[in-house]
């Protein structure tokens, strides 16, 4: 696999991961906004959102590395 093949995965990850993290807010949203929530299931969806965002990070990272100045 060449460095331009193992870019376009983590850029098409990325992708795929921030678009899970929009569906997860907009379903985190939905839940506070019923008469009666599921809190556990909300939990749920907060600890996958919070994974989420630490799995982009580190995608990011790994596409823009820290250039020492």
Known sequence: MTSDDSQADL???LA???QEHRDLDAAI???H???AP???RLQR???RK???RDRIAFI???ITPDIIA
């Open 38 to 40: 599921d809190l556990l």
């Open 45 to 47: 969806l907060k600890k």
């Open 16 to 18: 795929r991961l921030r």
């Open 60 to 62: 990011e990272d790994q």
């Open 33 to 35: 906004e019923s008469p």
């Open 50 to 52: 919070l994974q989420l």
């Open 29 to 31: 949203d939905a839940l």
């Open 11 to 13: 850029a098409a990850e």
